[in-house]
């Protein structure tokens, strides 16, 4: 009698702690991180300028800011655009996105913009989309900027303020999945309607506060 107790409460005791390793083990498969570094960020403002050509071969990788805006200076009528891509390679290629949110912030008060010192203004509504060409920070520009795809695109809200607007765990898991399936090369940020005046500006991997960098939280399931 004695052994058959003791057997059983060996037997109990294994199921407990089997069951307890596989919650664990489930629990273990869900991760998030967050890629914000320098390292896992790349981005660029494209520009146009009709009264100064030279700005269609500018490369602008290393500013501080992503401004986004059709306007006009001195009559002749200006575009800016922005590119940013975020590697994915820390992700485990097997893995399942569950959810993918871009951050991105917007310009403080009193923010020195070498090209929209003007701050958010009209219906500035972005279309984020997705690029489908190779492009470097460092050399991307205007005239040899890559092409996107309309498909998925997805519209960030209209602006609320002048400044400090800030589009926080904005949901692009689906063009990340498709990012995953096809290759990445990141988001390119235009406005909805180019036309003057609108305006829309954001915070790049180079700014100061890395607080305020772009950044993506990714959550996925091994």
Known sequence: MRIRLSFAVIAFSIITVSATTREGCNQNKIKTIVLRD???VIDAHLDYNEGTP???DANTGEANELPIFSWTVYGFPVTGRALIRFSLKSIPKKSEI???KLSLYGYPENFQSFAMPQGNKG???VVLQRVIDEWKENTVT???QPRVTREGEIALPISTSQWNYNVINFDVTSLIKDMRTTENYGFSLRL???QTYRSIGFLSSEYSDVT???SLEITYKK
């Open 38 to 40: 320098q390292a896992d």
């Open 54 to 56: 030279s700005t269609f």
């Open 98 to 100: 569950l959810s993918a």
């Open 123 to 125: 219906d500035n509504i």
């Open 142 to 144: 205007w005239n040899n």
């Open 192 to 194: 909805q309607t180019e």
């Open 212 to 214: 305020k960098r772009p």
